[in-house]
């Protein structure tokens, strides 16, 4: 299994700022992605963080906004642009080892809230 | 959109009582995983199903999985208070991309 920790585990910040998450594995790991979770909401998939290359963003979703990195095996960071009210979520980092077959361990959560 | 849906939306039953809850999904998967998540926090995983079983137990966990009507069941038996959570199914079709249910809430009363 993996441990997975995020940073920060909260914020508060003002519209039209921008917030770096970081996410930190104990081991490394195949994939690494990125979901949003709107209050009383269900996760949705943001992206999928490539290791040494541009990260897949799902529909919906877009670069400019969600700039992600991936610099090595264990971390990964997400930035959210320019923020609105909106972006108001908990964003969660999650990993995984093998495509298709396994089981994906989901950091703690980084609660935004954004005024 | 492949996330899938839930029901019921929200369950309350008391100490000792089963607790069903059930998952639609609609594309083709390789495997379904059920979470759990406590107060808004990250999430716990509970059970793989993967798409040539259709039947799975762990602990006083036990999931089906129907993939003619693209469907799963997960049965806690003899809840605690500490089951208290919202319980997510999750589907897997390419690279692990996950596609979360809309949830279930689960109140067990003491």
């Known amino acids: 299994s993996a441990v997975i920790s995020q940073k920060p585990s909260r914020d508060i910040c003002q519209r039209g700022t921008s917030l770096t998450i970081q996410c930190q594995v104990d081991?490394?790991?195949?994939?690494m992605f990125w979901y949003r979770q709107q209050p009383g909401q269900s996760l949705t998939l943001i992206a999928t963080a490539n290791q040494g290359s541009e990260a897949t963003y799902e529909s919906g979703f877009v670069i400019d906004k969600f700039p992600i990195s991936r610099p090595n095996l264990t971390f990964s960071t997400l930035t959210v642009s320019n923020m609105s009210p909106e972006d108001s979520s908990i964003y969660l980092c999650?990993?995984?080892?093998?495509?298709?077959?396994?089981?994906?361990?989901f950091g703690p959560g980084t609660r935004l809230l954004v005024l | 959109s492949q996330q899938g849906e839930e029901d019921p939306q929200a369950l309350s039953i008391q100490e000792g009582e089963n607790a069903t809850m059930n998952c639609s999904y609609k594309?083709?998967?390789?495997?379904l995983q059920w979470y759990r998540q406590n107060s808004g926090r990250g999430l716990v995983h509970l059970i793989l199903i993967r798409s040539n079983e259709r039947e799975k137990h762990s602990g006083r966990l036990r999931v089906t999985l129907d993939t003619s009507k693209k469907s799963s069941s997960l049965l806690i038996t003899a809840s605690r208070a500490a089951d208290t959570a919202s319980y997510f199914c999750a589907t897997a079709r390419d690279f692990n991309k996950f596609y979360f249910g809309s949830g279930t809430k689960l109140n067990v009363k003491p």
């Open positions: 594309t083709s998967i390789n495997n």
């Open positions: 081991s490394q790991v195949t994939m």
């Open positions: 999650s990993a995984g080892y093998v495509s298709g077959q396994e089981t994906q361990y």
